[in-house]
C-alpha cells in the first residue's frame, strides 16, 4: 500500500461521458458538428445526472481530488448539486455558446441569466467559472460582456486546439487564436486555455506577459488528430500548465495518471528525455492546479493505492520513484480517497454520491434518440 499524491481535472466535460463511445473517427469540428453538440443538446436533467455521477465516479477512484468542469449550456444547475453533494473539490462552468447549431445556441441575454443562476448556485468548494466554449461558438457581443466579469473569476475555453479551427478567418486575420483572445481582453492570470496545440509566432510570449495557463489534453489531441502541444517549450518560457482527461467521446478514460503518463513520453519528442521530472509532472498534476484554482487546504487530500509485491520491488531501485507512481493506471488499484477531511471513495464504494436516476443503457438511448430527433445523422 502507498500513499500516493492526489490528481485535479483541469479540463473535464461531465456532461459528456454518457457519449463514450458515440463519436468516433473523426477530426475536431466533425466531431462538435455532427455528434457532440446534437448529443448535448439531447440531454435532459435526468440523463445528465446519470452522466454527472458516472463521471464522479471515474474521477474519483482513481484518484482525483478535484477539477474544473466546462459544463454545458443548459441544466448546469444540475452539475452544480451533484458536485455539491459530492464532497470534490470544482469549478463549476455553463458552456456559453450564442453562436452555431440552432439546437444548442442560446441569445446572450439567455446565457447571462442562466450564468447568474448558475454562480448564485455555487459555493466556497464549487465556484463559478466562465466558460465561453471557444472563439467559433461565441460572438463578439459575448466577449464584450465577459470583460465586464469579475476579474478574479477563473475563465476557460478552448483554444489553438486544431488545425480547421486556425482557419476561421476571424482568427486567422487576427494571427492566431491567442492573439484574438488577447485582443478580446480574454486572457489573465485567471484564465485558462485548453490544449494551445497549434501556437503562433509570439503567441507563446503573450501567454507569459499575461500569465495565462495552459491545460494539456494529451490523449484528446492525438484521438482527434489535433497535433502535440510542445509543453516542454511552455515551462520553459514560465507558463503554468496543469492536465485534463477533457470527455470520454475523445479520451475513452477519465484517469489522470495515463494523460500523465502519455505527456511525460510526447515531451521527449520535444526535449530530451527527462528534461521534466516525475516530481514536476506531480506537480503539473496537483499542486499547480490547486495553486491556480484556490483549491485550499489540498495538500491535506490523501489518496491510498494499492501495489503489487513485484511493483514494490521495482519501486525501491526505480531511477524516478515518482515517475513510477505517476503512471500506475489508479484504476481499479486506488483504495480510498480523502478530500477536505471526507472520505470520497472507501474500497468500491462512493459515500458521498447519489444513486443513478436511471440505468445507463437507458440513458443512454435516451440522448441518442433525441439527438436523432435534432437531425443528428444516425
Known sequence: MEQVKPTIHGHVHLCQTLFRGMAENRTLMPWLDQRIWPLEA????????????LSLREIIETGSTGLLDMGSVQHSTTTVSILKESGIRAVACNALMDRGPDFIKKPLSWLIKESEKIEKSCTEQVQYGLAPRFVLSCTPELWQWLETKDKSTVRTTHAAE??????????????????????LNFLSPKTLLAHCVHLQPKEMEILKTTETAVVHCPWTNLRLGSGIADIPELLKNNIRVMLGSDGAPCNNRLDLSGETRLAASLAS????????SG??????SGKQAAEFFNFTNFENDKVHLNL????????ARTEDKQRYLNEIPRAGRVTKVECNGKILYDHGEFPTLPKLPMSIKEARETVWNRALKLGMQP
Open 42 to 53: 439531447a440531454h435532459t436533467p435526468e440523463t445528465l445526472t446519470v452522466s454527472v455521477i
Open 308 to 315: 503489487t509485491p513485484t511493483e514494490e520491488d521495482e519501486l
Open 162 to 183: 486544431a488545425s480547421r479551427e486556425m482557419a476561421d478567418p476571424w482568427i486567422a486575420e487576427h494571427g492566431g487564436n491567442i492573439h484574438l483572445l488577447n485582443k
Open 279 to 284: 516530481k514536476k509532472w506531480a506537480e503539473i
Open 269 to 276: 519528442l520535444k526535449a530530451p528525455p527527462g528534461t521534466i
